[in-house]
């Protein structure tokens, strides 16, 4: 009998790599029936197995004398999860190479079921080993080589590394829900009060949203997050189901740009991101100018942003010629390293998901 965690992480597993589904909603539905014990196990070996992914398959590769590339998609998933929790877990090798074995049988690959259990005891004698000796970077820590590279350009060869490392472990509980100490932050450097207008320019899920005071106009483009989004609301909020860049309002007192980026920041919590990732400097910079036009000269403009890439953060701030307040003398603790007019939290700091914050003068 297999057990119930990791069939489940199985099926996540197999939906994030063959379907393109997000780690999360797979999980979501995956996961249903599992008691609390299990679904968080079943979530720790989903989760870890898809952020490990190329660690692993670089194990499977080695020791398991068969390109990944070459295998049936069930059996590389049988193959992961068995490599995971031979590599960062402590259950026993037996009752993982049974329950390998089980899932590819269930998956009606019996034909490669010695091979299975074959390169499950591999990795069980060799697979720690192998991910000792690999030197500090991408491969060992299991990133795209895009993203080390890039770290090592913004921060330097050590503190990239102590990224990498600190977004392998989970995050706090509150970055789980969505309210990390840079989520609020960025709320609270709105400052918004009563009596002002406010455009939230990118709202949904709308936990930054709740904390802003004044009559708050929300836009979300997305018709179905704009639904959840005006479900949740107090009648202090106006949500729009809107392009912002095409609202046809003006006159704002404060905007808060929280902006779509490439995630770089929240990559423990959302371990499929790393392998879909995409920075995107355009949008943002159109964003930030859409909500210049749309607030009044004095106003302000809060650019948030959940990564760490220097592209979308001041580089990109720069490149919209827009006065930037100086933050960091009121918030010291979260002032950016290099340029401390900004404020930066980031998961090796600050145990916390990796936030960017400016704020504008129109």
Known sequence: ?????????????????????????????????????DRALAQRIAYGTVQRRRTIDHGIDTLGRRPVRKLDPPVVAALRIAGYELGWGDTPAHAIADDAVELV????????????????????????????SLPEGPLKHSYPDWVHELWVRDWGLEEALELERAQNEPPPLEDYRGMSQGSKLAATVVDSKPGERVLDACAAPGNKTLMLAGEVTAVEVNPGRARLLADRMPPSVRVVNADVRELDETGFDRALVDAPCSGLGVLNRRPDLRWRATPLPELQLELIRAAAERTRPGGSIVYSVCTLNADENELLVDATGLDVETLGERWPEYAHPKRPEFLLTTPHRHATSGFFIARLRV
């Open 1 to 37: 009998m297999i057990a119930p965690a990791r069939r489940v992480a199985y099926t996540v597993v197999r939906r994030v790599f063959e379907d393109g589904a997000y780690a999360d909603r797979a999980f979501s539905s995956a996961a249903v029936d599992l008691d609390a014990r």
């Open 105 to 132: 049988r269930a998956a009606g690959l019996e034909r490669a079921t010695a091979f299975t259990n074959a390169v499950v005891r591999r990795l069980s004698e060799g697979f720690r080993g192998l991910v000792a």
